[in-house]
């Protein structure tokens, strides 16, 4: 897959088949369109192109006030596109500026002039441009005149997918990562650094890898206890159980901590990048009257994550 910063040397791309969005997640809707888009280009010896904004057009617009965390940092976005095979990627810059392109200047512009865009794949509700006045009807109005062909993506295959990034930030801000994993297509992921910790689990016989995420616009699921897969550097996938909350039993601070307790494993592993895969919420983080109390849940944790595995 080629990724370009803006427009530079898009004459590379031969017979451009493009949409538009921000893709957050690349979920199975997500996925459905590029599939499109694929079909689309093979027809015409063309490549497909996913023309995307970074950052979020929320945080730019609402700045204060966005509240927005995201389901994937932009690296693991490009990522997965290209894993599902997009050919080609456009992250143009997203500005208070090019929010005020209105939906002419921005086909004409940018769409045609530009890239010479042979066909746009676009669903029937979505829009863009200032005011967002770039609807299907009015690329139905233009595509003529600026020789490009408009192919919608209907409101029943839509609506037959029936998934959006809104509900997926909801189901994991609830720690259901059966249904997050459902839409994504795959589990939802936790990228990052494992760093040093106060070593207080493996004290009292759970040692644990701390992982800093490293993006602070990055969603975190719901505080509570997790089956995991973590992906090692080596490509080695290791089961385990995670914590995701202020470890109320043993300390008095508010932050937040993901900390993973792998199975079966004796290693270092600071410094190390890792993928967290997050399978299935077990519990809520609860605050225990020992530290022996919090033992003895831990050990039925995992218990019950090792049984997960071997059932699922």
């Not at 392109?101 to 940018?110: C, K, P, S």
């Not at 297509?185 to 040093?196: A, D, H, S, T, W």
């Not at 901590?257 to 494993?265: A, P, Q």
């Given at each position: 897959?080629k990724?370009?910063?803006?427009?530079?040397?898009?004459?590379?791309?031969?017979n451009p088949?493009?949409?538009?969005?921000?893709?957050?997640?690349?979920?199975?809707?997500?996925?459905?369109?590029?599939?499109?888009?694929?079909?689309?280009?093979?027809?015409?010896?063309?490549e497909?192109?996913?023309?995307?904004?970074?950052?979020?057009?929320?945080?730019?617009?609402?700045?204060?006030?966005?509240?927005?965390?995201?389901?994937?940092?932009?690296?693991?976005?490009?990522?997965?596109?290209?894993?599902?095979?997009?050919?080609n990627?456009?992250?143009?810059?997203f500005?208070?500026?090019?929010?005020?392109l209105?939906?002419i200047?921005?086909?004409?512009?940018?769409?045609?002039?530009?890239?010479?865009?042979k066909?746009?794949v676009?669903?029937y509700d979505?829009?863009?441009?200032?005011?967002?006045?770039?609807?299907?009807?009015?690329?139905?109005?233009?595509?003529?005149?600026?020789g490009?062909?408009?192919?919608?993506?209907?409101?029943?295959?839509?609506?037959?997918?029936?998934?959006?990034?809104?509900k997926i930030?909801?189901?994991i801000?609830?720690?259901?990562?059966?249904?997050?994993?459902?839409?994504?297509?795959?589990?939802?992921?936790?990228?990052?650094?494992?760093?040093?910790?106060?070593?207080?689990?493996?004290?009292?016989?759970?040692?644990?890898?701390?992982?800093?995420?490293?993006?602070?616009?990055?969603?975190?699921?719901?505080?509570?206890?997790?089956?995991?897969?973590?992906?090692?550097?080596?490509g080695?996938?290791?089961?385990g159980?995670?914590?995701?909350?202020s470890?109320?039993t043993?300390?008095?601070?508010s932050?937040?901590?993901?900390?993973?307790?792998?199975?079966?494993?004796?290693?270092?592993l600071?410094?190390?990048?890792?993928?967290?895969?997050l399978?299935?919420?077990?519990?809520?983080?609860?605050?225990?009257?020992?530290?022996?109390?919090?033992?003895?849940?831990?050990?039925?944790?995992?218990?019950?994550?090792?049984?997960?595995?071997?059932?699922?």
């Amino acid at each position: 897959m080629k990724i370009f910063q803006g427009f530079d040397a898009l004459e590379e791309i031969k017979n451009p088949v493009l949409t538009i969005g921000t893709f957050d997640g690349v979920h199975l809707g997500h996925q459905k369109i590029i599939q499109q888009l694929n079909e689309e280009a093979e027809k015409i010896g063309g490549e497909s192109v996913l023309f995307t904004f970074y950052p979020h057009p929320r945080m730019v617009i609402y700045p204060e006030t966005h509240g927005l965390k995201l389901i994937q940092t932009q690296v693991e976005k490009i990522d997965k596109l290209r894993r599902i095979g997009l050919e080609n990627v456009i992250v143009h810059p997203f500005t208070k500026e090019f929010s005020r392109l209105t939906a002419i200047e921005f086909v004409r512009d940018y769409l045609v002039n530009r890239l010479h865009v042979k066909k746009l794949v676009i669903g029937y509700d979505h829009q863009f441009g200032k005011n967002r006045e770039g609807t299907l009807a009015f690329l139905l109005e233009v595509c003529e005149t600026y020789g490009f062909e408009v192919i919608e993506i209907g409101a029943q295959e839509i609506n037959e997918v029936n998934i959006s990034s809104t509900k997926i930030r909801n189901a994991i801000q609830a720690g259901d990562m059966e249904k997050a994993s459902n839409y994504l297509g795959e589990p939802f992921e936790l990228y990052g650094r494992i760093v040093q910790g106060d070593a207080v689990g493996r004290q009292i016989g759970f040692p644990t890898a701390n992982l800093d995420v490293e993006s602070d616009i990055k969603l975190i699921p719901a505080n509570g206890v997790y089956a995991v897969n973590m992906l090692m550097g080596d490509g080695v996938i290791r089961e385990g159980m995670m914590n995701i909350g202020s470890r109320p039993t043993i300390a008095n601070g508010s932050n937040v901590s993901i900390e993973v307790h792998l199975f079966d494993f004796e290693g270092d592993l600071y410094g190390e990048q890792v993928t967290v895969q997050l399978l299935s919420r077990f519990r809520d983080e609860e605050k225990f009257n020992s530290v022996d109390a919090l033992m003895e849940q831990l050990k039925k944790d995992e218990e019950s994550i090792r049984n997960y595995f071997i059932s699922s």
